[in-house]
């Protein structure tokens, strides 16, 4: 077998892998959530049943019930590994910086093409505690399984195989097909957004050896873009019907500045990571 085709298999079965670890668990959870609406929805069972089905897949992904070698391998997979504060928090930096950043590059593509205004379904007939815990809830399957399959899984494969810089840029890809909300958006504007947050997470995971410090930023960037960005883009008008105004311009600004800060924030985590790993 060829280097090529060696290195092609290792990209599918990673891939593979971490879409299967990305997907399996939120489907779950949609079905559970679906039936719990139907039934009984004043009683939100399926969080707390949610909650430990995630605690369940926590455990196995991170090799609880496997034999010694088994569980060392991976544990190493999963990367869930403490990280030292200071690295924490410039990770946190960087990804806050990144969000800001990616929040504008929405705004401003909302603008070229028309985006949907809907993201979430029609909750008001349900009670607000049930609506409430399941909006929290889903913010935290997503991100646990997304950090668990392509930043755990998917990216300490390849990161194996490949050099550093490869295996986020193929990590970021493989996070760009997955279906991403809006549904109903076009599609090349979803796929170079949600390619730009891979990469921003896939380097987060690289640097920091963690996939702790992406979750965290995962869970609130998706609080963040579901209740406050999504939900207003749309009502911009077009720039084909007059609408680069003044508002546009700052978006503008406001993209080229935060990405600066967070590449800057970013080459700060490297240095400050190197550190670490030496002393």
């Known amino acids: 077998m060829s280097l090529t085709s060696r290195s092609i298999l290792v990209v599918v079965r990673a891939a593979i892998l971490g879409i299967f670890i990305a997907l399996f668990g939120q489907a779950i959870w949609s079905a559970i959530l679906v039936v719990n609406l139907k039934t009984t929805p004043s009683i939100p069972w399926a969080v707390a049943l949610m909650i430990v089905l995630l605690w369940i897949i926590w455990q196995y992904l991170g090799g609880r019930w496997w034999s010694r070698s088994n569980s060392d391998a991976r544990h190493r997979l999963l990367r869930a590994n403490l990280v030292p504060a200071r690295v924490f928090g410039w990770a946190l930096l960087s990804g806050a910086l990144s969000l800001i950043a990616l929040s504008a590059y929405w705004r401003v593509m909302a603008q070229i093409v028309r985006m949907p205004s809907g993201v979430l379904p029609d909750m008001s007939m349900y009670p607000r505690v049930t609506v409430a815990l399941m909006v929290v809830m889903g913010s935290i399957v997503s991100p646990i399984l997304e950090q668990a399959g392509i930043w755990g899984y998917c990216q300490s494969i390849l ?121």
């Open 159 to 279: 990161e194996r195989a490949f050099s550093g810089p490869v295996a986020v840029l193929l990590a970021a890809i493989v996070f760009a097909i997955l279906p991403h909300p809006p549904m109903h958006s076009p599609l090349w504007p979803r796929l170079v957004f949600y390619f730009l947050i891979g990469a921003m997470l896939s380097v987060t995971a690289y640097l920091t050896k963690s996939i702790l410090p992406g979750l965290t930023i995962h869970i609130v960037g998706l609080l963040i873009f579901f209740l406050l960005v999504f939900p207003y883009a749309a009502d911009r008008p077009l720039l084909s019907e007059g609408g680069a105004d003044w508002l546009f311009w700052i978006h503008v600004a406001q993209a080229i500045i935060f990405t600066t800060l967070a590449a800057f924030s970013f080459v700060h985590l490297a240095s400050v990571t190197a550190r670490e790993h030496v002393s």
